[in-house]
């Protein structure tokens, strides 16, 4: 019988493989775009260094790496798992931005997160009433983000749950699969583009002078840059 260190030293020594296989794979470099995702997304966290919800953006990040990571070595099932920490942990940190109770309740375990809460139509950060205030030239996108947002934490939480259909889709064992590369970056895409959008809008006002502006310039283009309001902030006119 195998040693228990051995069985692991055995399993480091695949996911070196799979990491091989991975980048020689990846010709078109998306995992080069992930990776530079994180390293945008630190600016937000720079933004806002002295302001108390930053430490779900920290955790959250530190979780996006982890779900790069579990990518990069065929760990797919978990590469999903963490994605969709990635996006929750982010978006209850900018629901608690707006309000100090219930923040200060959750630093003191007295809160829990509910996804249904961040996505409520009527109350949550992608209703119109939340973006009037905040962004009011982008409240016309809040159906919009909110739709995808659900639809990409039900994806991703099906790797969780699991079922047939995502059982077929992952292979029955660590090795590089080709079909769970791409959809996991299917995913992201969808992922970075909510977390981008619902990031501008709750502190685009922080960006108020134009060093700061020029900071996330190649950041916001690239992810949401297509919205006129973001062609129009960034041709130096005030979105509010």
Partial sequence: MKSYKKIYSEINKLNGSIVEETFDYDKSGLLSKSHYFGTEYEKWIDLITNRKENIL??????EYYMSNLALVQGNYRHAFVSLRFFIEQTLFGIQLSIN????????????????????????GIFSKVYIDVFCPNLSRYADKYRNMAKQVYR???EYIHGNDIIDCRLPEKIQFDEMAFNAWHKEATIVKSVVTFSMFVRYYDLLDNMEAKENFESYLTDIIGHKPEIQQFYDKECIA
């Fill in 155 to 157: 994806n991703c939480s």
């Fill in 100 to 123: 100090e109770q219930e923040l200060k309740m959750w630093l003191n375990r007295k809160k829990d997160m509910y996804w249904s809460s961040i996505v409520n139509e009527e109350s």
């Fill in 57 to 62: 953006y920290k955790s959250a990040l530190n």
